[in-house]
């Protein structure tokens, strides 16, 4: 039998406007948003059982990297690295998922790619876009195909904070 993973897709924290797309960095109350949801993720995933972050993977975008070292120093995961095939402009048809071997994945990247990843592994459509700071995680038994299921989806903070 085919073991299942884990799989985290994160949405960057809010972002000021910048000259270049590349350089936005985070706004204080995104720096928030992202430290309150990874401490409410943290304990969902101790109250469900469910096996910590063993594997960051980021794009390299200011602010994707910010949102990354804020879970990074929440979570403490085994890896946490920038990953080019997470820009702006991702395919979900590229080879990322070669050479990954952990039973939990998180990806930080952009809209549109982590709503259409998270349309694609679920095969559900219906699922609201991700807002800032927003993320879903997933049961995966193939990492290259859909048929995932959703263990928890936060398009965005209610009412400005998780539960």
């Avoid at 073991?3 to 270049?20: C, D, M, N, S, Y």
């Avoid at 990322?96 to 994945?105: C, L, P, R, V, Y």
Wanted: net charge negative.
């Amino acid at each position: 039998m085919t073991p299942k993973v884990l799989l985290t897709i994160w949405r960057h924290g809010e972002a000021a406007f910048a000259a270049r797309d590349a350089d936005r960095e985070l706004t204080e109350p995104g720096r928030d948003e992202v430290t309150v949801a990874a401490a409410a993720f943290t304990r969902w995933l101790t109250q469900s059982g469910l096996p910590q972050v063993e594997q960051l993977r980021h794009s390299p975008l200011t602010r994707t990297s910010q949102t990354a070292a804020i879970l990074r120093d929440v979570l403490r995961p085994m890896s946490c690295v920038a990953d080019q095939l997470l820009a702006p402009g991702a395919d979900l048809a590229n080879k990322m998922w070669q050479g990954i071997d952990a039973a939990h994945i998180l990806l930080v990247s952009h809209e549109p790619f982590v709503s259409r990843a998270i349309a694609v592994w679920s095969d559900d459509e219906t699922l609201p876009p991700l807002a800032p700071s927003g993320y879903a995680t997933l049961e995966v038994l193939s990492l290259t195909r859909g048929g995932a299921t959703v263990l928890r989806h936060r398009s965005s903070p209610q009412g400005g904070r998780y539960e």
